[in-house]
């Protein structure tokens, strides 16, 4: 099976205590692929076999956040929404 990946190229990969999430291609070798997850530190980088089932087409697994109402999710979050305007 040839390597359907491009260094660069986004994909869906499975992160073991995190699940199915969104990885960029950073390094391509003869048969596997060394992946980064959005948003984690290189200590969480994985190196995967191009054919292994947690590595997918991106969008196979993970879905887009709409925000549809933001005031009401930053209730719900870490983060603080700021009123003040920052000029």
Known sequence: MQNPYSKGDYVDCKHPSQGWCVARIIEIKQ????????????KNDATIKFNHPRLALFRRHTAILVLTNPTEMMKNSRLKMSTKSPL
Do not use: I, L, S
Not at 31 to 42: A, E, I, L, S, W
């Open 31 to 42: 048969d596997t692929v060394k992946v980064r997850f959005d948003g984690m530190t290189p």
